[in-house]
């Protein structure tokens, strides 16, 4: 079974740019989950939908986004990009229970200038 | 406020040793307490899961202790190897809180051959 590919893996954006990352979750799983990875502020959720709903939100501001298709691939959109933005974004998938694995897919690497 | 506390932040053993990495949590209602591992360049994989109804989980050379009057919990590898060299993740989640996991800050195994 194929895992989570997030594509692209690496991005180079200026700031005040905006930016879509792509998940698609192992086949069946209906719930993808988004984390920002920094060598700071360690991994932080950002969100997670659930059959194209949007289950849960960390704390992040409102230029974070996303959304989740019926085919259950997510996007993530980052709108007004600032240098603090920079960071590996994880996505992972579920079948969508409160205490089951989640698998990650490799991230996209984001750099903002 | 942190609401998980890993230590060490790094950690140096040699083959064949015990590896230790302990977490520490503050919210009671949190039940799912899994360990990722994470290779330069690719995404967290889960190693070991537990939940607060057993005190010890063990997969192969990996254990999982668990402390809930203490709210801790800790990875234990045994015989470690140089294979076994990567970050590691303590993890916690629980009750309707769906598809998100809350991080400890990671802790670098390094295991010299």
């Known amino acids: 079974k194929a895992g989570v590919t997030q594509t692209p893996r690496y991005l180079i954006k200026t700031r005040g740019q905006q930016v879509t990352l792509s998940c698609s979750p192992i086949s069946g799983h209906r719930s993808v989950s988004w984390y920002q990875q920094t060598p700071g502020q360690g991994l932080q959720f950002l969100f997670e939908?659930?059959?194209?709903?949007?289950?849960n939100k960390g704390n992040f501001p409102g230029r974070f986004s996303g959304r989740q298709f019926s085919n259950s691939r997510s996007e993530m959109n980052v709108s007004t990009l600032e240098l603090g933005d920079s960071a590996l974004y994880l996505c992972?998938?579920?079948?969508?229970?409160?205490?089951?694995?989640?698998?990650f897919g490799p991230g996209t690497r984001l750099l903002v200038l | 406020q942190q609401q998980v506390k890993q230590s060490p932040q790094s950690l140096i053993v040699q083959k064949g040793g015990i590896s230790i990495i302990n977490c520490a949590y503050e919210?009671?209602?949190?039940?799912?307490f899994p360990w990722y591992q994470q290779f330069p360049g690719k995404g967290p994989a889960l190693l070991i899961a537990i939940r607060p109804d057993v005190s010890e989980k063990k997969e192969g050379r990996f254990t999982i202790s668990f402390n809930k009057s203490a709210k801790q919990f800790s990875l234990h590898i045994m015989d470690s190897q140089p294979g076994d060299s990567a970050t590691y993740f303590c993890a916690v989640s629980g009750g309707t809180s769906y598809g998100k996991l809350t991080f400890g800050q990671g802790t670098i195994l390094t295991v010299h051959p």
């Open positions: 919210n009671t209602a949190f039940d799912y």
């Open positions: 992972a998938s579920s079948w969508g229970g409160a205490r089951e694995t989640q698998y």
């Open positions: 939908y659930f059959s194209e709903t949007q289950r």
